[in-house]
């Protein structure tokens, strides 16, 4: 229980004056899950206990929706609404040598979005087509804005960062300075759609940058101390360091957003959980698409840790979003989502 009632505050306080409380924040589904079970299991046994584990679920109810929800809007239509989609994609598996942009495009195309933010974006062959060319010449999405990460390459241009598509005309655009943060950026487009100006964000917030060899450590936890040492040690650090970083670059993102003076959709991957400061604090004053029209496990991370919702689309109290949805694309570890958003 006492891990439940931590996790709760860690929307709340900045992991630079406690991290170790965002840390609660990010294993919340986990807390949830046994205090819902021991809740079950003292209900079973008669026992009185149960009611504490009832009280501690009660005063967190709010946190409960944020993962799970139901009664979602939709909407048959299209007309006055952007079909938003955000997804990470991981270089497209180029890493892990299965490229997947040709399958990518087939379904951008089929699924015909007005705005598109990629995060990860990565184009393989310097001298084959330019994967911004194919994605415009095959979705109409005319415009872009393409913004490299601070990793230069080896040879040739960069090739490595984030992207907003749009079908309509860009006509002002930047970044957030993430000083340091070397793959991790956030970008802005301003649109023009139903004679309002409208601001997208795509967002990729500080990465825990575990390596293959963090998750190799994990599955011989427990075999011996000098190894359950150093996981300990070595993902603590990384995790630290994400957890300030994220804090960081939220306050960035939300004062960005405070000022510009236009109404704003913010797409992308927090690499955090709702139940975390960097979510809270760029959230505000602004509407969870998955918790206004999604339905039923809000996960869109797909790797050694499933089921975490780190991938998000917000919009401003004056929009209205309908038919959100999460979908496992390809070979990437994150799902890519997808709302229409009603600009009101």
Known sequence: MAGLLLSYLAPYISPTILWQVAFFGLLHPVFLIFNIL????????????????????????????????????????????????????????????????DEFLKKITEENPDVLCIQEYFRLDLKGPDPINEIKKSTGLKYHYFRHTRIKPREGKPRYGGIIFSKNKIINYGEIDFAGAGSNLCLFADIKFNNKIIRIYSIHLQSIKFAGTDYQLLNVLGENYDSAKLISKNMFTKLKTAFIKRGEQANLVKESIRSCGIPAILCGDFNDTPQSYAYHTISENMIDCFMESGNGLGGTFVGPLPSLRIDYILHDTSMVSYNYNAEKAFSSDHKMIEALVEVK
């Open 38 to 101: 021991f809740l079950i299991y003292w209900l079973v046994r008669q026992k009185l206990r149960f009611i504490f584990n009832l009280v501690v679920l009660v005063l967190g109810i709010g946190s409960i929706n944020k993962i799970f929800t139901f009664g979602s809007e939709t909407s048959p239509n299209r007309e006055g609404k952007l079909k938003i989609i955000s997804y990470n994609a991981k270089v497209f598996g180029a890493y892990d040598d299965d490229y997947f942009f």
